[in-house]
Every structure is written in C-alpha cells, then in structure tokens.
C-alpha cells in the first residue's frame, strides 16, 4: 500500500527566506503527483501537477521536482511572504486512479 | 465561477440520524472522489467513482455509502454518524491521469 511522507511536519522562516519542503513516497509506480495548499478550515488549492515522466514544474515563485525512482518530490518556493503560510500538502495518484496523500508540512512565513 | 460546488458548507447532524452530503461539478469529469479529513490529519480517500464504477477503500465502514446518479452528481451518505465521524468532507474530481480539483469541502459536525 503506497505511503506518502512529508517532512517537515512543521516549518517557521522569515518573511523573503527561500524554502524547501519534501516528501517520499514508498511506491514508485505512480501516475502523477500533486501538491497541494490549504488554508485553515478550507478545502484544498492546486499548486502544481507533475505526470510521471517529468521531471519537475515551475509555477511562479514555486518549483516542484520529481524523482520518481527514488520516490521523492520537493516544492521550492522562492522569497517566501506572509501569505505563503498554510499547509501543504503532497499527495500521489497510483495507476487505479486513487490518491493518498501525506500529513503535510505547517509553513508559518513571519513578517 | 465554481466549478466543484459542495452542499451544505456546514452540516450538523444528531448521533445516528443518516445524513447526505452533496457534490456537484461543472468540469464534466469522468472520476469523481470522497475523503474524510478529521483535524490536523492528511485527507483519507474513501471511495471514488471511475465513470460509473464504484471503487470502495478496504478500511471504508459499511455507515459510509455513495451515490452517483449522473456525471455531474455525487453523494455521500452517512447512515448513522456517530461522534468519530466529525470531520470535513471533501469532494474532488478529475480526469482519468490528470490533476484534481476540489471542492470547499462541508464541515460535519455530530451532537
């Protein structure tokens, strides 16, 4: 069964800082892996989309990679802002169509 | 312009009495999905419908049922909530291999 791990699980940085958040998933044969914002109380926000045989997507200030055979992904998002801060959350669809997702990383950008 | 609506945004309902909740999508998706997401916890696929196929997860309780009377319609039926079921409830869509969209989700509460 695929698990989908984030780490952090919690992340705090200054207002302009540049970021990282990760995640492994325990399954390579996926179809395509989505990340994911949600603010508090509300349903969730489509970052970025990347389909199996890409390698990475670039929306903005966010940057999303894949490695498949290693079973990671990363979001980068450039000159964080206040308003970058909710979860986010990664999450992989498997070939029968279903997704499983990870806990999600808590970003908080302070002013 | 809304595009997976969800329908009560809001629902609260007493120990044991069934409840519907209801989605709605304008995209004209053949998949159609349910999660529960109780607080602080990543959402948790319940079902999903691949056109009209119905795909149940293993761990999904027989209180949890679905309906989908056309593309554009989905239900979720709780047949007797207990207290565990509180939670958001969010509905989502796609194409077959592509991104998901989701609704705001409704917010169940049980008295």
């Known amino acids: 069964k695929q698990e989908v791990t984030q780490i952090p699980a919690a992340l705090s940085v200054p207002e302009g800082e540049n970021l990282v958040l990760n995640c492994s998933f325990t399954d390579s044969a996926i179809y395509n892996l989505q990340w994911f914002r949600q603010d508090p109380g509300k349903g969730l926000t489509s970052l970025l989309l990347?389909?199996?045989?890409?390698r990475e997507q670039t929306s903005g200030r966010l940057n999303a990679s894949l490695d498949k055979s290693s079973g990671r992904s990363t979001l980068y998002i450039a000159a964080s802002q206040p308003g970058d801060s909710a979860t986010y959350l990664c999450a992989v669809i498997n070939n029968n169509n279903d997704m499983r997702f990870g806990a999600g990383t808590r970003l908080t950008v302070k002013p | 312009d809304a595009m997976v609506i969800q329908n009560p945004r809001y629902q609260v309902t007493q120990f044991g009495k069934p409840v519907t909740l209801s989605c709605s999508q304008t995209l004209n998706h053949n998949v159609m999905y349910w999660y529960q997401q109780k607080s602080s916890q990543a959402p948790k696929l319940l079902f999903h419908?691949?056109?009209?196929?119905?795909?149940n997860e293993a761990d999904t309780p027989d209180n949890f049922q679905s309906r989908r009377p056309n593309t554009s319609f989905c239900f979720l039926d709780i047949r007797s909530p207990g207290l565990g079921d509180a939670a958001m409830y969010l509905c989502?869509?796609?194409?077959?291999?592509?991104?998901?969209?989701f609704g705001p989700g409704t917010r169940l509460t049980v008295t």
């Open positions: 990347i389909q199996s045989s890409q």
């Open positions: 419908y691949y056109d009209k196929d119905f795909n």
């Open positions: 989502a869509t796609s194409r077959t291999g592509y991104e998901q969209y």
